[in-house]
């Protein structure tokens, strides 16, 4: 087991955030790059969407990562025995570029109560203040949520550029170093961010959201999420597979079918 000790369940009910834990192998790290170099095979807007969203769905590799034990016995720790993937997605950097992440709560738009949901952010290259790691304000999760204006500013990297609407005390912010292979868990109810990548190579994480298997999707939409470890005897969600290969074409298109339809969706609230 790599659980957790008292002292850091105490420290995440506190602060929100916990880090750095070392959770990949050379080989798994390198296998979740190869996923990567993959996907910059696509063409632009499908790349996209394939970084951005759900892409456990497309690739075999990413759904083993999130089912690491390394990872899971922390989370575990945090939200209960029984665990969901409800989204796992890249945020990848390109070196020297404007790409930025404004301030937010995930749980603004997620629609998912209650908040016994955490987020595994895997870095798979080195994420330093210069190449823009995640930057967190401990303790705004116990908080409610804040308001958030949504810019739509194309260099934000969140779905509607949205930010919170009020200055951050930047006198708590947290730099969440982290080098590659290891991983930080934050709470979906933490603020945090991240600034343009400095650095002279990508800055590139995997971004995991675990769900407790008795969170309820509260927006009324059913909801998919992948079963990882326990058992599910809420069935609030439809249980999802996740790939049983590598950019197999039926996963490659379901993918596709789903980005393009969460686009439109989003293009009618801009307006
Ligand atoms: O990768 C980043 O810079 C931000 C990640 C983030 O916002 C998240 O994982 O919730």
């Known amino acids: 087991m790599n659980g957790l000790s008292e002292a850091e369940i105490r420290t995440y009910r506190d602060d929100g955030v916990l880090f750095p834990f070392p959770v990949l192998s050379d080989a798994e790290l390198a ?7 993959r996907i910059d095979t696509f063409p632009a807007e499908q790349r996209a969407g394939l970084l951005l969203a759900r892409t456990h769905w497309v690739s075999k590799t990413l759904c083993d990562l999130c089912r690491n ?6 989370v575990e720790g945090l939200i209960g025995p029984n665990i969901l993937v409800w989204g796992a997605n890249f945020f990848l950097k390109e070196p020297r570029s404007p790409a930025y992440v404004g301030w937010h709560q995930d749980a603004t738009y997620w ?20 190449s823009g790691c995640m930057r967190v304000a401990p303790g705004t999760h116990r908080g409610g949520i804040v308001d958030h204006v949504e810019t739509w500013q194309p260099d934000n990297l969140l779905s509607r550029g949205q930010e919170i609407a ?36 990508r800055r590139i994480g995997f971004a995991i959201r675990y769900v407790a298997a008795h969170v309820r999707q509260g927006s009324g939409a059913r909801d998919l999420a992948m079963q990882v470890r326990g058992e599910d005897r809420w069935n ?25 339809a969460g686009r439109r969706a989003l293009a009618k609230q801009a307006g």
């Open 111 to 130: 629609g998912l109560e209650p908040a016994d949901i955490v987020t595994a952010w895997v870095a798979l290259t080195p994420s330093t203040v210069e």
């Open 236 to 260: 609030y969600f439809e249980h999802d597979e996740g790939a049983k290969g590598e950019f197999l074409p039926e996963d490659v298109a379901r993918h596709a079918e789903a980005w393009a």
């Open 31 to 37: 296998a979740a790059l190869a996923v990567v170099d």
């Open 166 to 201: 009020v200055e951050v005390d930047q006198d708590t912010v947290v730099d969440v170093v982290l080098r590659p292979g290891e991983m930080s868990l934050h709470h979906v109810k933490i603020a945090h961010n991240s600034e343009p990548n400095r650095a002279s190579h």
């Open 69 to 74: 034990p390394r990872i899971l016995d922390r």
